[in-house]
């Protein structure tokens, strides 16, 4: 579709182009004018429908958003702005730099601007700054036929018609109601008497990625944000709590990978600004092997009477790392879904040192008669395959209970993963082989 644009726009068929985008979906949309060039961007989206517009540009990358504010007059950007949920108007404004924020806010309407403004003063991880306040909802003693009315009137300008929320004359979140709620009921019934009373909601002050969850455990579209008095304040819906989610992924995955979480894509990101992600977790990695070199360097004795040991070194240190890398993946996943709490500390210990068992048995037997089939050395053999089992048996400890420990800490667990794990069991393992070692061969 790109190529197809770009084809058009050397043309100048600026017609058969009209149609095209008139035919496509906003999303493909918006990914298409993300890869055009900067001057290319303003011409495909003046040609875009003015009532589709504003979802396009919400969909952009925010590079593409800024470019195009840089370009776009300032009717063009307030009818934009004037089109935006203000969720999304509030992410907007989140992303670009300073004097394109003033801009953006200047051809804003005083009531929008205010409600940006107040989306903005709630703290970043929380559920008021994802939050809209344009959601659907209605008194108790409204009727479901004045109900439809108002939708009909209103229902442009809000986010969702699904899910109606009930209020009191003080705002205060009684009920919710949902789309065939209405279309099943009588055109004369009012909302107390339809209203489901049991309403799951957050405060503004929520956690954001709390507020996510939520979404998969209750499988909902939309969730009321209320404040500290109860009263209802806007909704979080359910493509605001996928990025959430999104976010969170990329985040854990980074730090579980020893970065510094990225604020950038990778592709945007530049070269110094990956290095200072990068270098200082690499640094204290790298400075803490001066620990595994000390234990090596203590045994020297050890290699001197049995040289063949400093050959099972890498193959000993690697089986463990994966071990514990294994275990802390696993309970680093259960922590994000709560499916494992702190309190569950010692039945998850439990449940890997069984598995430990089974794994280091298994490793133990493989590894013990391939040594004495290679070697014909019956105590090497014995020696490595009770290292192995120990190892196996501390490396799924640690790497359980260290991501356990970080979460009691209120630290993220995604820092005790593969790299920091790997990093700790090296050291042990290496204890225990030499220890196994000079106590079975009488070193």
């Not at 954001?208 to 819906?237: H, N, Q």
């Not at 993963?417 to 030499?434: G, K, Q, R, Y």
Request: aromatic share 6%; hydrophobic share 45%.
């Amino acid at each position: 579709m790109v190529e197809k644009i770009i084809e058009l726009l050397e043309k100048e068929n600026f017609k058969e182009l009209k149609l095209l985008l008139s035919e496509a979906n906003e999303a493909d949309i918006a990914e298409c004018l993300d890869e055009l060039d900067k001057n290319k961007q303003a011409v495909v989206f003046r040609l875009l429908k003015k009532d589709e517009a504003a979802d396009i540009f919400a969909r952009m990358d925010p590079d593409t958003q800024e470019n195009l504010i840089e370009t776009l007059s300032d009717n063009e950007i307030a009818s934009i702005v004037s089109k935006m949920y203000i969720d999304d108007a509030v992410d907007l404004i989140d992303e670009l730099p300073a004097n394109l924020v003033t801009r953006v806010l200047n051809n804003s309407s005083e009531t929008k601007r205010k409600a940006i403004n107040e989306m903005l003063k709630y703290p970043e991880d929380s559920a008021g700054s994802i939050m809209t306040t344009e959601y659907s909802s209605l008194e108790e003693d409204t009727t479901v036929e004045e109900a439809f009315n108002r939708i009909r009137k209103r229902g442009l300008t809000k986010e969702t018609i699904y899910t109606i929320y009930i209020t009191d004359k003080a705002r205060y979140l009684v009920g919710v109601v949902s789309a065939k709620d209405l279309l099943l009921a009588e055109p004369q019934t009012k909302m107390s008497e339809i209203m489901e009373e049991n309403v799951i909601s957050v405060n503004t002050n929520e956690d954001k990625e709390e507020v996510a969850k939520m979404f998969d455990k209750y499988d909902f579209l939309a969730i009321p944000v209320v404040d500290s008095e109860t009263r209802l304040v806007g909704i979080v819906t359910i493509d605001d709590a996928i990025d959430v989610m999104s976010e969170e992924n990329e985040e854990d995955f980074e730090k579980m990978a020893a970065m510094a979480p990225s604020e950038e894509d990778y592709m945007k990101e530049s070269v110094f600004s990956q290095y200072r992600n990068r270098i200082v977790w690499l640094l204290v990695l790298m400075l803490s092997s001066i620990v595994t070199g000390k234990i090596i360097t203590s045994y020297e004795n050890a290699f001197a009477a049995v040289p063949i040991l400093v050959s099972f070194i890498p193959m000993i240190m690697d089986t463990g790392g994966n071990c514990g890398s294994q275990a802390s993946t696993m309970v680093i996943r259960a922590l994000a879904t709560d499916e494992v709490e702190t309190r569950d500390v010692l039945k998850v210990w439990w449940k890997e040192i069984r598995i430990a068992m089974l794994v280091g048995g298994t490793l133990a037997i493989v590894n013990g008669v391939r040594i004495f089939l290679q070697y014909h050395d019956l105590s090497l053999a014995i020696v490595i395959g009770i290292t192995l089992f120990f190892t196996a048996m501390l490396a799924k400890s640690l790497g359980c209970l260290l991501p356990i420990l970080a979460k009691s800490l209120k630290l993220d667990p995604a820092y005790m993963a593969s790299p920091m794990i790997t990093t700790m069991v090296d050291a042990c393992s290496l204890v225990i082989f030499f220890n196994i070692a000079l106590l079975l061969m009488n070193i």
